[in-house]
């Protein structure tokens, strides 16, 4: 029993073997099945970090501990809106974290501002935030890179890592224009990869005025005490009659932020990688057929030797799993080398404004790639295999 | 075409390996003609705006709003025809992915100025005479199964009606159809007066505004002019063509034709890669035959145009069946389901796929091709 299986497996060695060493006879066709297998991971690798580097942005962005409100029925800053009033009960609500200044409530404006990009000169719609001072005191990851902070009650702005990237005149010393004014860029701020960083700041009783928003802000973000003390905020908030809000924690709020972009991107991309990658399928197939047919003869003698069906099987399977994997893991590194980091802005219509990111190239990415690669090896592989395994050896032996 | 039998019986000897390459020529025309069909979707509009039309709307953003009052103002203006408004309304229809445009309009100004929205006469009366009526493009109100006499409730997430209430309820009054396939029909439009009326807040405020002008050629003085009507004001404008303001809109989202395109570069190089490698192949199998054929009085432009054509004939039925396919996948309908407000295969991109099949089959062919033209018959011969 046992020497059979080790004879079995040696058996599967010796035609493996074969067929790797006869693999450099074959170079051209190996060589376009490689290259179109590497092609479909590449392009399938890359469009789906797009989708992950908008979905790490956004979650970058969400801290545990922290919530915001918006006016109940809005779903996003832009459609939000709540009175001066409203943003002091809010302060108030239990649950909320407090430093020595009081309460960490940041009460914040959200409008655009049109600004050219600087890859295509087009304008965008930049997301321009109107801050107080507990903004900061709430962002644990907010830090100034260059230059300073702005002035409270001047018209200084600060400007985030990636719309300094992504749109002109957005440099430390350069202005700004709003109207009719220009508001001095004096800093940028990082905020470990989030959305913050595809926004411009500046103080929100500066903005108030310019926007024509009265006392009036759109959303509040704050700070808790605790994961756990969510659930109290929340209760107490929508248990006020004097409100009319809606509470939710960052993570699930950043969440429906990325949903519809991230689900579009996913979409698209998977739905181009299926479609390709049922032409390298093709392409294996005809590369496998191609192998397998010229060493028919090869093949037929080692079955009259006595190598049974699998081993052969198994060989040419390996074969093309082999290619596969090579294919995938070029096609993988490619992606990885083109597009990790790459910083590119677009719309998002939850929120109206331009988001900047880097795509993301993931290890999950990057083995979902290969293993579609490997997968396209299978079934390019286990035909020719089958049909090499089972044309009768008399036939074989006697083809030219 | 005396010859094509000797192609075609080139083409049948291995049957199994010229299908599996015509259905990868296939696999990547129907990509292409899929991503032309997306691609158009997000630049609808582009080709379809008005020359004749400017679209004004506040200097800041688009968010900010504009008086009511500028609209008589505009129509002051030398060179302006007429200026109607619009808003965005950013209710929600049951869930929030259920996403589509509303807009306030004045009804009779509006369809006016967009004569590519087509309503029929007894609709266009019926809207008149309801107040709280309301018009659906046909794609949109096929995605959600609408018909007239329909009461549509929507929820607000920015205007909240007088009573405190979000929802509010429209009465489908009539469905407008598109004077060309490539008109959006994917919006919804209610009436500003009931709007006005009903609105808690931001009365006599409106979205933007477009205004059709006489002279399509003096399109950059008349939008000066109308900057200029409001310049210093506490609204200032920024008025563009149509067109200008929709690209920017497609800008926006990134240029989502250049990935699109450079993923169908990808998509080719791979599949000529592998379609030339089947011919190359073919015909080192065949250099014995085709030195017979050399040999028995063929000149060597005859054999460069047999192997030629062999090649333009696998990709002319790879990639013929791919575009057709590409159209049959297409008429099925848009994959995101609604977002996209068009979704057909634009004729440009069709020749274009024709022209990249042509070239496909000459350069996957050229250089085996030039090789068999070149063999010398004694030496092939002795193989």
């Given at each position: 029993m046992m020497s059979?299986?080790?004879a079995?497996?040696?058996q599967?060695?010796a035609?493996?073997?074969?067929?790797?060493?006869?693999?450099p006879?074959?170079?051209g066709s190996?060589?376009?099945?490689i290259?179109g297998?590497?092609g479909v991971?590449?392009?399938?690798v890359?469009?789906?970090?797009?989708?992950?580097?908008?979905?790490a942005t956004?979650?970058?962005?969400?801290?545990?501990l922290?919530?915001?409100?918006?006016?109940?029925g809005?779903?996003t800053?832009?459609?939000s809106?709540l009175d001066?009033?409203?943003?002091?009960?809010?302060?108030?609500?239990q649950?909320?974290?407090?430093?020595e200044?009081?309460?960490?409530a940041?009460?914040?404006?959200?409008v655009?501002l049109?600004?050219?990009?600087r890859?295509?000169?087009t304008?965008?719609n930049?997301?321009?935030r109107g801050v107080?001072e507990?903004?900061?005191?709430v962002?644990?990851?907010?830090?100034?890179i260059?230059?300073?902070?702005?002035?409270?009650?001047?018209n200084?702005?600060?400007?985030?890592?990636?719309?300094n990237?992504e749109?002109?005149?957005l440099?430390?010393g350069?202005s700004v224009p709003?109207?009719?004014?220009?508001?001095p860029v004096?800093?940028?701020?990082?905020a470990?990869?989030g959305?913050?960083e595809?926004?411009?700041?500046v103080?929100?009783?500066?903005?108030?005025?310019?926007?024509?928003r009265?006392?009036?802000?759109?959303?509040?973000?704050?700070?808790?005490?605790?994961?756990?003390a969510?659930?109290?905020?929340?209760d107490?908030l929508?248990?006020?009659?004097k409100?009319?809000?809606?509470?939710m924690?960052e993570a699930e709020?950043?969440?429906?932020?990325?949903t519809?972009?991230?689900?579009l991107i996913?979409g698209?991309?998977?739905?181009i990688?299926?479609?390709m990658?049922?032409?390298?399928?093709f392409?294996a197939?005809n590369?496998?057929?191609?192998?397998v047919?010229?060493?028919?003869?090869?093949?037929a003698?080692?079955?009259?030797?006595?190598?049974r069906?699998?081993?052969?099987?198994?060989?040419?399977?390996?074969?093309s799993l082999?290619l596969?994997?090579?294919?995938?893991?070029?096609?993988?590194?490619?992606?990885w080398?083109?597009?990790?980091?790459?910083?590119?802005?677009?719309?998002?219509?939850?929120s109206?404004?331009q988001?900047?990111f880097?795509f993301?190239?993931?290890?999950a990415?990057?083995?979902?790639?290969?293993?579609f690669?490997?997968?396209i090896?299978?079934v390019?592989?286990l035909?020719?295999a089958?049909?090499?395994a089972?044309?009768?050896v008399?036939?074989?032996l006697?083809e030219? | 075409?005396?010859?094509?039998?000797?192609?075609?019986?080139?083409?049948?000897r291995?049957k199994?390996?010229?299908?599996?390459?015509?259905?990868?020529?296939?696999?990547?025309?129907?990509?292409?003609g899929?991503l032309?069909?997306?691609?158009?979707g997000f630049?609808?509009g582009?080709?379809?705006?008005?020359?004749?039309?400017?679209?004004v709307?506040?200097k800041?953003?688009?968010?900010q709003?504009?008086p009511?009052?500028y609209?008589?103002?505009m129509?002051?203006?030398?060179?302006?025809?007429?200026?109607?408004?619009?808003?965005?309304?950013?209710g929600i229809?049951?869930?929030?992915?259920?996403?589509?445009?509303?807009?306030?309009?004045?009804?009779?100004?509006y369809?006016d100025m967009?004569?590519?929205?087509v309503?029929?006469?007894?609709?266009?009366?019926a809207?008149?005479?309801?107040r709280?009526?309301?018009?659906?493009?046909k794609?949109?109100?096929e995605r959600?199964?609408?018909?007239?006499?329909?009461r549509?409730?929507?929820?607000a997430?920015?205007?909240?009606?007088?009573?405190g209430?979000?929802t509010w309820?429209?009465d489908?009054?009539?469905?407008y159809?598109?004077?060309?396939?490539?008109t959006d029909?994917s919006?919804?439009?209610?009436?500003?007066?009931?709007?006005e009326e009903?609105r808690a807040q931001?009365?006599?405020?409106?979205?933007w505004?477009?205004?059709?002008?006489?002279?399509p050629?003096?399109?950059?003085?008349?939008?000066a002019a109308?900057?200029?009507?409001f310049?210093?004001?506490?609204a200032e404008?920024?008025?563009?063509p149509?067109?200008?303001?929709?690209?920017g809109?497609?800008?926006?989202?990134?240029?989502?034709g250049?990935?699109?395109?450079?993923?169908?570069?990808?998509?080719f190089?791979?599949?000529?890669?592998?379609?030339g490698n089947?011919?190359a192949?073919?015909?080192?199998e065949?250099?014995?035959?085709?030195a017979v054929?050399?040999?028995?009085?063929f000149?060597?432009?005859?054999?460069?145009?047999?192997?030629?054509g062999e090649s333009?004939?696998l990709?002319c039925?790879?990639?013929g069946?791919?575009?057709?396919?590409?159209?049959?996948?297409?008429?099925?309908g848009?994959p995101?389901?609604?977002?996209?407000?068009?979704?057909?295969?634009p004729v440009?991109?069709?020749i274009?796929g024709?022209?990249l099949?042509?070239?496909?089959g000459?350069i996957?062919?050229?250089?085996p091709?030039?090789?068999?033209?070149?063999?010398?018959?004694a030496?092939?011969?002795r193989?």
């Amino acid at each position: 029993m046992m020497s059979g299986l080790v004879a079995w497996l040696m058996q599967v060695a010796a035609v493996t073997r074969f067929n790797l060493l006869t693999l450099p006879q074959r170079v051209g066709s190996s060589v376009s099945a490689i290259f179109g297998i590497a092609g479909v991971v590449a392009v399938m690798v890359g469009v789906l970090s797009i989708a992950q580097g908008i979905l790490a942005t956004m979650q970058n962005s969400a801290s545990p501990l922290n919530a915001i409100v918006l006016r109940s029925g809005a779903n996003t800053e832009m459609m939000s809106g709540l009175d001066g009033e409203s943003v002091k009960i809010i302060a108030q609500a239990q649950g909320i974290a407090r430093n020595e200044h009081g309460a960490l409530a940041s009460p914040e404006l959200f409008v655009i501002l049109n600004l050219p990009k600087r890859s295509t000169g087009t304008e965008a719609n930049v997301p321009l935030r109107g801050v107080r001072e507990n903004a900061v005191a709430v962002r644990d990851s907010f830090r100034i890179i260059s230059g300073r902070m702005f002035g409270w009650g001047t018209n200084e702005v600060i400007v985030g890592r990636g719309a300094n990237l992504e749109f002109s005149g957005l440099d430390v010393g350069s202005s700004v224009p709003v109207g009719s004014e220009l508001w001095p860029v004096v800093g940028t701020f990082d905020a470990a990869g989030g959305l913050a960083e595809s926004e411009i700041w500046v103080d929100a009783a500066v903005l108030q005025p310019a926007f024509r928003r009265g006392n009036s802000y759109q959303a509040v973000y704050v700070k808790l005490e605790s994961t756990d003390a969510f659930t109290a905020f929340k209760d107490a908030l929508t248990a006020d009659p004097k409100l009319n809000v809606k509470p939710m924690r960052e993570a699930e709020y950043y969440d429906s932020q990325a949903t519809t972009l991230y689900n579009l991107i996913t979409g698209l991309g998977t739905l181009i990688a299926v479609i390709m990658g049922l032409g390298a399928t093709f392409g294996a197939l005809n590369t496998m057929y191609t192998s397998v047919a010229a060493r028919g003869r090869e093949i037929a003698t080692l079955r009259a030797l006595g190598f049974r069906t699998v081993p052969v099987i198994l060989s040419v399977l390996f074969e093309s799993l082999l290619l596969a994997l090579i294919g995938g893991i070029i096609g993988a590194g490619l992606a990885w080398w083109a597009f990790d980091g790459f910083r590119a802005a677009t719309l998002n219509w939850a929120s109206f404004s331009q988001v900047a990111f880097a795509f993301k190239v993931t290890p999950a990415l990057l083995v979902q790639g290969i293993t579609f690669a490997l997968l396209i090896g299978l079934v390019g592989g286990l035909f020719p295999a089958v049909r090499a395994a089972r044309q009768p050896v008399a036939t074989a032996l006697r083809e030219l | 075409m005396k010859y094509f039998y000797l192609v075609w019986s080139n083409l049948k000897r291995r049957k199994l390996r010229s299908l599996l390459t015509v259905l990868s020529i296939l696999v990547a025309f129907m990509l292409f003609g899929y991503l032309s069909a997306i691609r158009q979707g997000f630049n609808q509009g582009i080709s379809v705006a008005g020359a004749n039309r400017l679209v004004v709307r506040h200097k800041v953003s688009l968010i900010q709003l504009l008086p009511e009052s500028y609209q008589a103002r505009m129509e002051r203006i030398p060179g302006v025809n007429s200026a109607v408004h619009a808003t965005w309304f950013g209710g929600i229809y049951q869930k929030p992915s259920n996403f589509f445009a509303q807009m306030p309009v004045q009804p009779e100004r509006y369809l006016d100025m967009y004569p590519e929205y087509v309503l029929p006469a007894e609709q266009r009366a019926a809207w008149l005479a309801t107040r709280s009526g309301a018009i659906a493009g046909k794609v949109l109100a096929e995605r959600f199964g609408w018909k007239i006499g329909d009461r549509i409730p929507i929820n607000a997430t920015i205007w909240f009606k007088k009573d405190g209430g979000a929802t509010w309820e429209f009465d489908l009054v009539g469905i407008y159809t598109g004077v060309e396939k490539n008109t959006d029909t994917s919006g919804f439009f209610f009436r500003y007066d009931f709007f006005e009326e009903t609105r808690a807040q931001g009365s006599g405020l409106v979205g933007w505004y477009t205004v059709r002008i006489s002279d399509p050629a003096r399109a950059a003085e008349t939008a000066a002019a109308i900057d200029e009507e409001f310049a210093n004001s506490p609204a200032e404008t920024k008025t563009e063509p149509e067109g200008a303001f929709i690209q920017g809109f497609a800008n926006q989202i990134g240029n989502i034709g250049q990935i699109m395109m450079s993923i169908v570069a990808a998509v080719f190089f791979t599949i000529l890669l592998v379609a030339g490698n089947t011919m190359a192949y073919s015909v080192r199998e065949r250099t014995n035959e085709l030195a017979v054929l050399k040999a028995i009085g063929f000149s060597d432009r005859k054999v460069l145009g047999l192997v030629l054509g062999e090649s333009m004939l696998l990709t002319c039925l790879g990639g013929g069946l791919g575009l057709v396919l590409a159209w049959l996948l297409i008429s099925l309908g848009d994959p995101t389901r609604g977002s996209l407000p068009v979704f057909f295969f634009p004729v440009r991109e069709m020749i274009i796929g024709v022209g990249l099949v042509l070239g496909m089959g000459l350069i996957a062919g050229i250089l085996p091709a030039l090789r068999a033209q070149r063999l010398h018959i004694a030496d092939a011969l002795r193989r």
